[in-house]
Structure formats: structure tokens, C-alpha cells
């Protein structure tokens, strides 16, 4: 393989394809001497993890809206940025998001450092991010390699080893072709071809600008690349979601700061666990004394787990718990927001 031929074309090609992406300086204004602002490019990194460009952008751009700066968003509430984080999930990403901005406000006077080892003495900055924050915002050569970068290594030389195994394999083949030229162009432009070309499923390579370097598609299937070990089935857990009403308004609870949906607003629940719970231990565990109604179940999937909760309604009130309109109940995490749409449009 010619790397020098292979990153000139795939450079020309995101010169004329790149996607616009909402905190992205595109090649063209990039030429023109526009800078990458750090924060939008590190916010948008974070959000995008686990998450796709079409989910995350509206989030970005209320966040953008709401806290235009780092030292913006640093001086919020906890409560405020975890509740504009409800529904982008891994909420861990949120507590470490304030803790990172603050540390940049704190410690750095506003202003994210401009090297990959600096970056990662920022909390919660992982390898990734803190290489692709180095890359395209300050134009370092570092190896950024997400999913999309690690499907193109994989196909561009056929590697046969399953994935996750295949990941250091996948992160030296990338860093052999980082250069000091254009580093964070070629990060975005690897991310583009993975995205928009080097699909899953279907790739696209009648249209891919370095299919004549793949080794995947000299052996006829590409779109068996990268190989992968079987999923283990995801364990299943049963739990009660108490809805309890007081006229127009609902009850709520602040979890732990620690742990799944840390520090996140919830419905309450009981604990959550292999097998479901009796009708009895279901009520003694509620929040308050009540004329509890069985209105249904929920479904709900997380990363690890898939979940069954059970839905128990009343009106009522309660003592420790936080009360909130029923038309601001957008701000919860999809698990617990499904459980209350469904308990409330359910009859008592």
C-alpha cells in the first residue's frame, strides 16, 4: 500500500465531501483560516460517544445555545446540565462533562490545553478524546480512532481478528498513517469515508476514494469486515416505577450521585433485580401509603442489561420527594420517561 497516494486521495476527497456538521469548520473555511473552536469540538466528542450525528446534533446545539463557553457551562447547576443531558443516555458522560469544564475554568482559565497530554489530565478525557480534541481543534498528529476509523482499518487490510480483540491491531495500522500534515483534517476525513462510505452493512465502494488500496474488497465480501466474536445475551432485570400523582403534578426523586442514571431526576423505583417482584413486596417498597394501581409494564434495553419495570399509579402525597409539573417531565432519562408517559395516559 502507498500511504502517501492513499491519504491524498482520501484528503482530496474529503476536501470536496466532507459532511457539515454542526460544530465542525469545514476544509474550505478551514483554508480560509477559521479556527476549530476547542469547546464545540470537545463537546460535541463527548456527546457523540455511543450516540449517532443526527441525535447528538440538537443536543449540541441547545447546549451551545444555553452555555456558548466552557466557563459557561462550568458555572451551572449539576441538576440544570444533567437534565438538558436526559436522553442522550451513559450519563456518567454528563457528571464527567461538568467535572471537566470546570476543571478547564478552574485550572486552565477557560482555555482546554492544546496537546494530547495535557488534554488527558482533564477529567474524563480518554485516550479517544483527547486525541481527537488534540487533532482537530489544535492540529496535532495524534491517532484518533473511533468506530468508524477502527471498520476502515479493518477492511483496508482485511484484518481477521474479531474485534474487540482486534483493537490494538486496528489503533497501529491508524497511527502508521498519521502524519504532520492536515492531522486534524484526515481524523475527520477517516470519521466521513467510516460514516458515509464505509457503511456497516453496505458499504459504498463504487464510490469509496481508496477502494483500490482495500483488502477487503480484493476478497469479494468487505462487508464481512471487521470480523466479530458472538454478543453474550444480555442479562434481564425486573423492578417497580411508582407513579405517584398530586393533581397535575408528579413525584420524583434525585438518585445517587453514583451508579446508572447517577445524579439524574426519576420516577421512584424499587431495586432492580433477576426476578420479578410479588404484588405484596411491590407496595411495601413504595414511596408513599396510597391506593397503588397496577397500570402495565415498560420495556427498556441499557448497554449491559435489558429491563422489565413494572408500573404501579396513585394519587396521593409524599414526604422526600420532589414534585414536578407533568409538562416538564422531558427532562427525565428514556427509561423513566417512558414509564410515566405510560402510567399517565393509562386510567385510574
Request: hydrophobic fraction near 45%; proline fraction near 7%; charged fraction near 25%.
Amino acid at each position: 500500500m502507498n500511504a502517501a497516494g492513499l491519504r491524498a486521495r482520501l484528503l482530496a476527497w474529503y476536501d470536496g465531501q466532507a459532511r457539515d456538521l454542526a460544530w465542525r469548520v469545514g476544509p474550505t473555511d478551514g483554508r480560509a483560516g477559521v479556527r476549530q473552536d476547542p469547546y464545540r469540538v470537545w463537546l460535541s466528542e463527548v456527546m457523540l460517544q455511543q450516540t449517532t450525528v443526527p441525535h447528538a446534533t440538537p443536543y449540541f446545539l441547545k447546549f451551545i445555545a444555553r452555555w456558548p463557553t466552557v466557563t459557561a457551562l462550568a458555572a451551572e447547576q449539576d441538576v440544570e446540565v444533567m437534565a438538558a443531558w436526559a436522553g442522550l443516555g451513559y450519563y456518567a458522560r454528563a457528571r464527567n462533562l461538568l467535572a471537566c469544564a470546570r476543571a478547564v475554568a478552574a485550572d486552565h482559565g477557560g482555555v482546554f490545553p492544546d496537546t494530547e497530554e495535557a488534554l488527558r489530565g482533564l477529567p474524563g478525557l480518554g485516550p479517544y478524546t483527547a486525541a481527537a480534541v488534540a487533532a482537530i481543534a489544535f492540529d496535532r498528529p495524534t491517532n484518533v480512532v473511533d468506530g468508524n476509523v477502527e471498520r476502515v482499518m479493518s477492511r483496508l487490510f482485511a484484518v481477521e481478528t474479531p474485534l474487540p480483540h482486534a483493537k490494538p491491531e486496528l489503533k497501529r495500522l491508524a497511527e502508521a498513517l498519521v502524519r504532520d500534515d492536515r492531522p486534524g483534517d484526515w481524523a475527520q476525513a477517516l470519521m466521513d469515508l467510516g460514516a458515509t462510505i464505509c457503511k456497516p452493512k453496505s458499504p459504498l465502494c463504487d464510490r469509496c476514494p481508496v477502494s483500490a488500496d482495500c483488502a477487503a474488497l480484493a476478497t469479494g465480501a468487505p462487508e464481512t469486515y471487521p470480523r466479530k466474536t458472538a454478543k453474550a445475551v444480555r442479562p434481564h432485570r425486573h423492578g417497580v416505577a411508582y407513579v405517584l400523582t398530586r393533581g397535575d403534578q408528579v413525584a420524583l426523586v434525585l438518585r445517587p450521585p453514583k451508579g446508572l442514571l447517577g445524579g439524574m431526576l426519576a420516577l421512584p423505583t424499587s431495586d432492580w433485580r433477576s426476578a420479578p417482584h410479588a404484588d405484596a413486596e411491590a407496595r411495601a417498597e413504595a414511596p408513599a401509603e396510597a391506593d397503588w394501581r397496577d397500570v402495565g409494564e415498560v420495556e427498556h434495553g441499557f448497554t449491559h442489561f435489558t429491563l422489565t419495570l413494572k408500573l404501579l399509579r396513585a394519587e396521593g402525597d409524599a414526604e422526600g420527594v420532589i414534585w414536578s409539573p407533568r409538562r416538564d417531565l422531558d427532562g427525565l432519562p428514556s427509561v423513566f420517561l417512558k414509564a410515566a408517559r405510560a402510567a399517565l395516559n393509562s386510567l385510574l
